[in-house]
């Protein structure tokens, strides 16, 4: 973008259109907060957002996690005041998430032994027929990188 531009939408959020000023406006102790995004193929995939320190010759500096940083004029592809901070909604909670208010009568459980069961689980599932062969032949699988000498 050129410089003329971004400085017209800098300025409109602070009422000045002069380079001279706007930088003595950003470098102020009482500065305004004011967020700015800016977009670029090389400032970053979802591009940047935070406070401009100031408008240099060759292009915006702005104030990165610890350090000011210098985006080009000619990085810059979109520049806009960046929108406010939307607290999510919060999900419905449903009934069946909440604690049950009545306690249940414990029930005692039936417990039947195995032992009394002969005829259909011992003999009806250990015949030979139910048991599948194992494969016989190469086993394991052939996508094993192996080093090439």
């Known amino acids: 973008m050129k410089k003329e531009i ?9 009422g ?3 380079v001279a000023e706007l930088n003595k406006i950003l470098k102020g102790k ?3 907060q004011i967020k700015f995004r800016i977009t ?3 400032i970053g995939h979802l591009g940047f ?3 401009i320190k100031a408008i240099a010759p060759e292009g915006v500096k702005v104030f990165d996690v610890k350090k000011v940083s210098l985006f080009k004029f000619s990085d810059i592809e979109k520049i806009e ?4 901070k939307v607290p999510r909604p919060e999900a419905p909670k449903s009934e069946s998430l909440k604690p049950a208010t009545q306690k249940r009568a414990a029930e005692p459980k039936k417990v039947e032994d195995p032992v009394e069961k002969k005829g259909s689980f011992y003999e ?4 030979p027929e139910k048991f599948r062969k194992k494969a016989s032949g190469k086993q394991g699988s052939s996508f094993i990188p192996k080093s090439r000498k």
């Open 6 to 14: 971004i400085v017209k939408i800098i300025g409109q959020e602070f």
């Open 16 to 18: 000045s259109s002069d």
């Open 30 to 32: 009482a500065a305004p």
């Open 40 to 42: 670029g193929k090389k």
């Open 49 to 51: 957002t935070g406070l």
């Open 81 to 84: 005041k960046a929108k406010p």
């Open 124 to 127: 009806d599932d250990l015949k």
